[in-house]
């Protein structure tokens, strides 16, 4: 690494996006992770849209008895 970095020449917000979209990781434990691939695989569907659906399906039930 240098001592000094010359930054007179940078752009503040270059890369700055206000509409950027930030996906969080989502960790499952081992036992659930390997049920839900399983189903995903015999279902032709992948793991992301198996696990959105049952999500929202969840959602839906939660918001149902309100």
Same mark, same amino acid.
């Given at each position: 690494?240098?001592? =000094?970095?010359?930054?007179?020449?940078a752009e503040r917000g270059k890369?700055?996006?206000?509409n950027a979209r930030h996906n969080?990781?989502?960790?499952?434990? =081992? =036992?659930?992770?390997?049920?839900?691939?399983?189903?995903?695989?015999s279902k032709g569907v992948d793991?992301?849209?198996?696990?959105?659906?049952?999500?929202?399906?969840?959602?839906?039930?939660?918001?149902?008895?309100?």
């Open positions: 690494m240098q001592d =000094e970095y010359d930054f007179s020449k890369f700055y996006d206000p969080m990781p989502l960790y499952l434990e =081992e =036992e659930v992770l390997k049920y839900f691939t399983a189903k995903a695989e793991l992301n849209t198996l696990i959105n659906d049952l999500l929202k399906k969840d959602i839906d039930l939660i918001e149902g008895i309100k």
